[in-house]
């Protein structure tokens, strides 16, 4: 059982580095990953899905059913757990947010920031993405790796146009 080594987020102290026990669930999430159905979630999220505003967002989260309401699903369901994992102290906070393991959450969280209160104003539900903001938004670093993804989310979206439109 692992127990919580340095959560600095729900006032416990931070780890002076990570343990064996951080570096084998770092794996085992990253081995998650690697699911066939999870993959295509993930490559949705990364390279097909740019919603605009919360109405977008919203009518994926309510089109129960299909691929995409699945993959939003699994891939903010992964995303918030692991997350947690950190808010809690269960999970070192530096290897966490390492960008080969966190990239990702950095790209799908920056997807949903600029609308982040909107969403949750909307679906009358103030915990939406709540631990993954959390976890995004702790440190300095974080909140400037979100700026950054924010910025790259706009290039992908435009490019991810053009190539829709053959432009």
Do not use: C
């Not at 440190?139 to 829709?164: C, D, H, I, P």
């Amino acid at each position: 059982m692992l127990m919580a080594q340095n959560s600095s987020l729900n006032g416990g102290t931070v780890a002076k580095k990570p343990t064996t026990a951080d570096a084998h669930l770092i794996l085992e999430l990253y081995d998650l990953r690697r699911e066939a159905e999870m993959r295509k979630a993930r490559a949705w999220w990364a390279g097909e899905f740019f919603p605009q505003n919360a109405d977008d967002f919203i009518k994926v989260a309510w089109a129960m059913g299909t691929p995409q309401n699945a993959w939003l699903r699994q891939v903010s369901g992964y995303w918030g757990i692991v997350a947690s994992f950190v808010n809690t102290g269960l999970l070192n906070e530096g290897l966490f947010l390492q960008p080969g393991f966190s990239g990702e959450l950095f790209l799908i969280y920056a997807k949903i920031h600029p609308f982040i209160k909107d969403l949750r104003k909307k679906l009358n539900d103030p915990n939406v993405f709540l631990e993954v903001e959390k976890a995004v938004t702790h440190t300095k670093w974080g909140r400037n790796r979100l700026q950054f993804m924010v910025s790259r989310v706009e290039v992908m979206r435009q490019r991810a146009t053009e190539a829709k439109t053959g432009s």
